[in-house]
């Protein structure tokens, strides 16, 4: 997904931010860092990023050592402070876990820690310049995938690319289960990524998602015309009843390529 301007250019003003947190009103190094943090936000490989945050580290190391050897103690001015005292409470304010669907619903009448969840999902995570701080500046995050309620169905999917002379190929689209560790790490954003792309809330994906399949399985001498998604599923259930071993499957889209925009592709990733 293309990133926007507007937020690459917010991230980048917090982190400098964030980058002369130590140093209190010197701002010596600020043109420094800004050439430094170029790298970290518009780089187009993980190398490029790497190299520029550990030159940020290697600096910021460098530079506090100098001045605790010269006896000069970090200290923050006060919008500073405020700043990371705001941003403490927006992220904590949205990775508190939403209560139980029955507790907010009113079908059952909370206990404990349910009253401050129930507080907070009605009256703190609905504040409006909260919720646009966090989502404009891509700091939102929920952190509840074990609790209180973790996921509770396995899928994958897998894909029949249709060429234009009528051969078919199957393309496994990457399931972690299947991969080595190694792998695992490096492509564990695909399952994140599919997360959304099989979801009925998220249609506008599938195409998009098709079409990126029809480009991986292209061949310019017999191009692919139609590209069928089908889904695989089952529910995890409790530790005292028995897993089910047969995955549900359906076919949940059939996207018809684009030959344009398939010809885009192979011009800007040939």
């Avoid at 009256?123 to 929920?142: A, C, D, H």
């Amino acid at each position: 997904m293309r990133k926007s301007p507007l937020r690459s250019v917010y991230v980048f003003l917090v982190g400098l931010l964030l980058l002369i947190l130590p140093y209190g009103n010197n701002f010596e190094d600020l043109f420094l860092h800004a050439g430094l943090a170029i790298p970290v936000v518009v780089g187009i490989t993980t190398a490029v990023r790497t190299i520029g945050v550990t030159l940020m580290l290697l600096h910021l190391w460098a530079k506090d050592k100098a001045r605790r050897q010269a006896g000069e103690k970090p200290n923050a001015p006060w919008y500073i402070k405020a700043f990371v005292v705001f941003h403490l409470f927006c992220i904590t304010v949205w990775a508190t876990p939403a209560p139980q669907e029955a507790v907010r619903t009113g079908k059952a009448k909370p206990l404990g820690s349910d009253y401050l969840l129930v507080w907070n999902d009605r009256y703190l995570k609905t504040i409006q310049p909260l919720r646009t701080y966090l989502f404009v500046s891509g700091f939102w995050q929920y952190w509840d995938m074990f609790a209180p309620n973790p996921a509770q169905i396995d899928f994958w999917v897998d894909s029949e690319v249709i060429y234009r002379d009528g051969t078919k190929k199957y393309y496994l689209y990457p399931r972690m289960f299947l991969l080595p560790l190694p792998n695992k790490y490096a492509q564990e954003r695909y399952r994140k990524y599919f997360e959304r792309a099989n979801d009925e809330g998220y249609t506008y994906l599938w195409p998009l998602f098709a079409r990126r399949i029809a480009y991986l399985n292209d061949n310019p001498k017999n191009p692919p015309v139609s590209v069928r998604l089908t889904r695989h599923w089952y529910q995890v259930m409790p530790p005292d009843k028995p897993q089910w071993k047969d995955y549900n499957k359906f076919m949940y889209y059939e996207y018809a390529v684009d030959q344009k925009e398939l010809q885009k592709m192979r011009n800007m990733w040939p």
